[in-house]
């Protein structure tokens, strides 16, 4: 057995005691954006990785959504895992049919590998764009993994900064799939939210066939405060963004915590501080409703009950 690689330095590992919620989310409850790091004795990381993460494991994933009282998952990849995705996979099925999966896959992908993946539960790929991150991929490699999925009915997730979405978008509307956007494009806060550059995103999703996630205000604040010490009234500098998505794309939201929060550097929220977030941006019981359990549903489990 290799020897564990010890963390990135400055690593913040995630909140080890979450408060309970003040606000309860509802029956049905669906996490959108979370990840599994390792176990590394388990489960390696990448050689090619550019961070060393702490453990963040399926169960104690598991235990933060009991406390936080959600119901279902969407595992995401993680770059520290590269293209493999059996720390995914593993714990997709250990939820049985109450996770999904988010991979990362190659050019080279095979069709029974990708038929593979589905039957573990995943349904959709991962194209990343933040160099900080990853090496990105020529678009002519994403466009080729793009084919291949697309007749499995998954869908593409993208991470990107909103600066770079000019020169983006024209190839995101080629995609041959529905879209499914991190983190609401990472719009600059300190911009007005009715600015020219978040106006380009909204009609990006206007004219596309696009879902948003309206998650991650602790890496899209500038001002905060943050979601910790109790503060229930946290991130307000983000609310009119997300605020501005609910209420022109209700019925194409998510939401998710992003446990266990990878290469945050100035702070690590309190999760239970983070699910009070949401009736700030979501702000009627529909909007929560289908924010947090329709629209999730009818993405990764079409057609069932809660």
């Given at each position: 057995m290799?020897v564990?690689?010890?963390r ?24 959108t954006h979370?990840?599994?790091f ?11 990785r ?7 494991g399926?169960d104690?994933?598991?235990a ?10 969407v ?9 493999d ?11 049985g ?10 050019p080279d992908?095979?069709g029974a ?31 080729t993994i ?11 997730v993208?991470?990107?900064e909103?600066?770079?979405?000019p020169?983006?978008e024209?190839?995101?509307?080629s995609?041959?799939t ?36 309206v998650?991650?205000p ?10 910790l010490?109790g ?5 307000t500098?983000v ?11 209700g019925?194409?939201v ?9 290469n945050?550097?100035?702070h ?9 977030h ?9 909007q929560q409703?289908?924010?947090l ?14």
């Amino acid at each position: 057995m290799s020897v564990p690689s010890p963390r990135t330095p400055g690593w913040l590992d995630w909140y080890r005691d979450p408060s309970v919620p003040a606000f309860r989310l509802p029956a049905g409850t669906v996490d959108t954006h979370c990840h599994v790091f390792g176990p590394q004795a388990q489960f390696p990381f990448a050689p090619e990785r550019k961070y060393t993460p702490c453990d963040a494991g399926k169960d104690e994933l598991a235990a933060l959504h009991a406390r936080l009282g959600v119901s279902r998952a969407v595992v995401v990849q993680a770059t520290c895992h590269g293209a493999d995705n059996t720390a995914l996979t593993d714990a997709v099925r250990a939820a049985g049919n109450r996770a999904r999966g988010i991979a990362t896959v190659r050019p080279d992908v095979s069709g029974a590998e990708l038929r593979a993946l589905d039957a573990a539960g995943v349904r959709g790929v991962r194209f990343n764009f933040l160099r900080r991150l990853v090496d990105t991929s020529p678009k002519e490699d994403l466009t080729t993994i793009a084919a291949k999925i697309a007749p499995l009915g998954w869908h593409i997730v993208l991470y990107f900064e909103s600066a770079d979405l000019p020169e983006l978008e024209g190839f995101f509307g080629s995609l041959p799939t529905p879209l499914v956007v991190d983190h609401m494009g990472r719009p600059d806060v300190t911009q007005p939210v009715d600015g020219p550059q978040f106006a380009r995103f909204l009609r990006f999703v206007d004219t596309n066939d696009v879902w948003v996630k309206v998650t991650c205000p602790e890496r899209l604040s500038v001002t905060g405060p943050a979601a910790l010490h109790g503060e229930r009234n946290a991130y307000t500098d983000v609310v009119p963004f997300g605020r501005r998505v609910v209420e022109e794309f209700g019925d194409r939201v998510l939401w998710g915590t992003d446990w266990p929060h990878p290469n945050l550097t100035g702070h690590m929220p309190d999760d239970g501080l983070l699910v009070d977030h949401v009736p700030h941006i979501a702000v009627t019981p529909e909007q929560q409703r289908r924010l947090l359990v329709d629209n999730p549903m009818k993405l990764y489990w079409p057609g069932e009950g809660v």
